[in-house]
């Protein structure tokens, strides 16, 4: 079964300091990879997606990931954060044969005015 | 449009009561999935429809937890009896197909006292 690693459970930042979130999933086969956000008292929404192509993707309100196939991995960022971007941020991956989209445990990220 | 629509947003039973959730997905959407997020863990699948079809439901417990999704659309998740573990916020959401972003809906967060 596939799995996702989020290591980082509670990021606390300044404004204006550059966020990188790390995500690493387990299956070796073809990917579709998501990171979703949740701000407080809302619902999950997606931030940006990757299926194929360029592994540098870029998402909503400055957000960009990078798909690193050899190391499995498809870590977040953006260069500034705001305020606005307190939230809880999930990497998920669904693989074709499994169906499912997988989540990892989360990040909680607090930004500091 | 119109999101995903979960009712309702909050329920607080005793153990070995039941309770249900519905769901509305979005129009259109195929798919349809049920998660449990139990506080401070990613989001689990519980069962995805693809249609008014089962595709997984591994992760259910089935001696306590039923589903049904009558005519492809809107779908019911129901526990009988409930146990304090299982006081967490389900979360429906709704996509497309297998290989595309899914929607969530608000979520119901249940409390089993």
């Known amino acids: 079964a596939q799995s996702v690693s989020q290591h980082n459970h509670h990021v606390i930042l300044s404004e204006a300091a550059s966020l990188e979130l790390g995500c690493n999933y387990s299956?070796?086969?073809?990917?579709?990879l998501f990171w979703y956000v949740q701000y407080p008292g809302q619902h999950l929404q997606l931030l940006l997606k990757?299926?194929?192509?360029?592994?540098l993707v870029k998402g909503i309100k400055g957000f960009e990931a990078e798909f690193i196939k050899s190391k499995f991995s498809f870590n977040l960022r953006k260069p500034s954060v705001q305020w606005s971007d307190t939230a809880e941020y999930f990497c998920a991956v669904n693989d074709g044969s499994a169906r499912q989209l997988t989540f990892g445990s989360g990040t909680q990220l607090t930004v500091l005015p | 449009e119109a999101g995903v629509a979960q009712s309702p947003r909050y329920k607080i039973i005793e153990k070995r009561q039941s309770v249900a959730f519905w769901c509305n997905p979005i129009?259109?959407?195929?798919?349809l999935y049920w998660y449990q997020q139990i506080l401070g863990q990613g989001p689990k699948l519980l069962i995805q429809f693809q249609n008014n079809g089962v595709v997984d439901d591994s992760q259910l417990p089935k001696d306590r937890f039923s589903a049904e999704r009558l005519k492809g659309v809107d779908s019911t998740l129901k526990i009988q009896p409930a146990k304090l573990e299982d006081s967490a916020v389900y979360l429906c959401?709704?996509?497309?197909?297998?290989?595309?972003?899914?929607?969530f809906g608000q979520g119901t967060r249940l409390t089993v006292v």
């Open positions: 959401a709704s996509g497309l197909g297998d290989d595309t972003e899914a929607f």
């Open positions: 129009s259109g959407h195929a798919t």
């Open positions: 990757y299926f194929s192509g360029d592994p």
């Open positions: 299956y070796g086969g073809t990917v579709n």
